[in-house]
């Protein structure tokens, strides 16, 4: 077996919650495979004959429920689908598993978008067919992500070495949060650029700093040295390939890497449906717009425009006859695209997708242990899938352990994240109580205890309930 049919049959039967469940080489052989079905796709007419595809749409959706369902159509398959909650049997309080159970053994492969953060990842782990998730709440879009690495890939020649702005609403922008994670992958350089009270949330930052490799500069009054083309800016990740990378000096690397503009710039729409009123929350009024204007400053010059769509009023329609604008082309991309993913999980790729470059290595970010005690942790977004009381009837909360100082708990469902506020060692256990410790987070025995036996408390108090007394040394803050 060669490389391209060793990563197509590793494919078989897997499911996309997240785009860090693909290597850079699968996610590579899936962009490959989409341009072979944008090529010929004639030859692919039949090759999903036979299969059912579950179109499962909780939220609203043209061009991927679309996409999808086209490229589905264009493979052969069938559909089945649901595009509203209220008339499904989870409207009748049925759970995430047991639909996916059900829906499961209809269907070949699951589609769905859903409110809730992590709902893929649950529907995927009961449903026994690949799931692909559609965008689960705020969280990810790992298929939006694939066609824009596609995209980019098209118009550049490769993704290595971009410097990419991030545009608009990055908090609530579940397509920027992949893309995040996924160009750090590739080696680009990103530059976030958010409406006010928009910033990338902590856990995507967060991610971005321990999983990836590259310098991740926070918080600056970031601006271009020379004063022109002056970009707001609230962080910058460079990647460790870029030349500019001065391991002991990542504030002038960012500056440097500022200084020389940006290919691309990624607009996203304010996503105003997911603000909490409740919580204050308001529309911010400056929201940044893109327009010819702005293509004009320096650094911009030789940006292209990208938009997952659909847009409101932060990309100018002037934009639409420039020639750096591939917005729509982006869109259209989505059917071969998504024909490739889904003929690969389902196994349906008659031969291997013919490789006009080299693929990248088998690269894979960081693996974290799983975290395997239970100290009363809980998810802190509300949004999560762990926290909706249908679910949390059978769901607990689940993490990967972030070692560190101080470690941290990622939840598996929605990447959040809890710092620890003290530790112990579980094989405290095996002591009497009377000598059980807890030690800060921020301690030397966040390195001296082994990764499988470290207990992370949110708070001190919850070492204190299980027994634990503070350590010689805990200078624990509750
Ligand atoms: C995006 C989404 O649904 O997250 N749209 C899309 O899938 N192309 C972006 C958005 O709604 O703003």
Redesign the pocket.
């Known amino acids: 077996m060669n490389r391209g049919e060793m990563i197509g049959s590793g494919l078989v039967g897997r499911s996309l919650a997240g785009v860090d469940d693909f290597s850079n080489a699968e996610l590579s052989y899936v962009l490959a495979g989409a341009e072979e079905m944008a090529e010929h796709r004639e030859r692919y007419a039949s090759a999903c004959r036979g299969k059912i595809m579950a179109s499962l749409f909780f939220?609203?959706?043209?061009?991927?429920r679309l996409s999808f369902e086209t490229a589905m159509l264009r493979l052969g398959g069938q559909l089945v689908s649901a595009v509203d909650v209220g008339a499904t049997s989870l409207a009748k309080g049925e759970t995430l598993a047991d639909m996916a159970r059900v829906v499961g053994g209809y269907a070949d492969l699951i589609v769905m978008?859903h409110p809730w953060e992590g709902a893929a990842r649950v529907v995927a782990d009961y449903a026994g067919v690949p799931v692909i998730n559609?965008?689960d709440g705020g969280h990810e879009?790992p298929t939006?992500t694939l066609?824009d690495l596609y995209t980019l890939t098209k118009d550049r020649g490769c993704l290595e070495g971009i410097r990419i702005a991030l545009w608009g609403?990055l908090k609530y922008?579940?397509?920027v949060h992949s893309l995040t994670w996924a160009l750090a992958r590739f080696g680009a350089t990103i530059v976030f650029r958010p409406g006010a009270g928009l910033a990338a949330p902590d856990h995507v930052l967060s991610k971005l700093a321990t999983d990836y490799g590259g310098e991740l500069v926070r918080g600056e009054q970031l601006v271009r040295s020379d004063g022109e083309g002056v970009l707001p800016v609230d962080a910058i990740y460079v990647t460790p390939r870029s030349p500019h990378q001065l391991a002991m000096l990542p504030h002038m690397s960012a500056q440097l890497e500022l200084d020389r503009g940006v290919d691309a710039l990624y607009v996203?729409?304010l996503?105003k449906e997911r603000m909490r009123v409740d919580v204050g929350e308001s529309q911010p009024t400056d929201y940044p717009v893109v327009d010819r204007q702005l293509l004009r400053t320096k650094g911009f010059e030789h940006s292209v425009v990208l938009h997952?769509?659909?847009r409101v009023d932060e990309l100018a329609l002037e934009m639409d006859s420039d020639p750096r604008s591939l917005y729509f082309k982006q869109?259209h991309q989505?059917v071969p695209v998504r024909m490739a993913l889904m003929a690969l999980l389902l196994g349906c790729v008659p031969s291997e997708f013919p490789l006009e470059k080299a693929l990248p290595d088998d690269w894979r970010p960081v693996e974290h242990i799983d975290y395997a005690h239970d100290t009363g942790v809980r998810c802190p977004n509300e949004r999560c899938v762990v926290n909706q009381p249908s679910e949390a009837r059978y769901l607990s909360p689940r993490f990967r352990l972030i070692q560190g100082s101080p470690p941290r708990l990622r939840c598996v469902y929605c990447d959040h994240e809890v710092c620890a506020g003290a530790i112990a060692t579980a094989e405290a256990y095996d002591e009497s109580t009377s000598r059980r410790k807890y030690h800060s987070p921020t301690s030397r025995w966040s390195s001296f205890i082994r990764p499988e036996n470290l207990l992370v408390f949110a708070r001190a108090g919850d070492a204190e309930a299980r027994g634990f007394r503070p350590s010689a040394q805990a200078q624990v803050s509750e």
């Open positions: 939220e609203p959706s043209t061009r991927t978008r559609a965008g879009h939006q066609c609403d922008g579940r397509t996203t729409r996503q997952p769509l659909p869109a989505g």
